[in-house]
């Protein structure tokens, strides 16, 4: 179970600024969860995906990623992005598998931008 202040900020969002999906188990466990938070250029916004370890490999990521990207793109905005560590080996791939740009990022070796044009 969800403490009372995750559960609030998992569902109660700024729909003006922000998106959120959440995959739910059979059981009610969240299994799940991609969000994208708007940029103040309005145009740009930043994606982060979770998926629970004994769902990761089954399509729940590719889903989830598609179906953020299709909500940005349907409220016009021109691109999606976000950071990986360069060590997460399957979000690199699965980022690389559905178009992403994967970039190093200069400012931090550690990680990697992954970005895709909505336009």
Not at 42 to 69: K, P
Not at 108 to 114: G, I
């Amino acid at each position: 179970e969800l403490p009372p202040k995750m559960l609030v900020r998992y569902t109660q969002i700024d729909y003006d600024r922000e998106m959120a999906i959440v995959a739910i188990a059979d059981d009610e466990r969240i299994i799940g969860v991609v969000r994208y938070l708007l940029y103040p250029d309005r145009d740009t916004c930043e994606f982060a995906l979770t998926v629970a370890d004994e769902y990761q490999g089954r399509g729940l990521g590719s889903t989830l990623m598609r179906e953020i990207a299709a909500l940005a793109r349907g409220k016009g905005l021109k691109r999606i992005e976000g950071f990986v560590l360069a060590s997460n080996d399957g979000m690199l791939r699965l980022m690389r598998h559905l178009g992403y740009r994967v970039e190093p990022e200069p400012s931090d070796p550690t990680m990697r931008l992954c970005s895709l044009d909505l336009g």
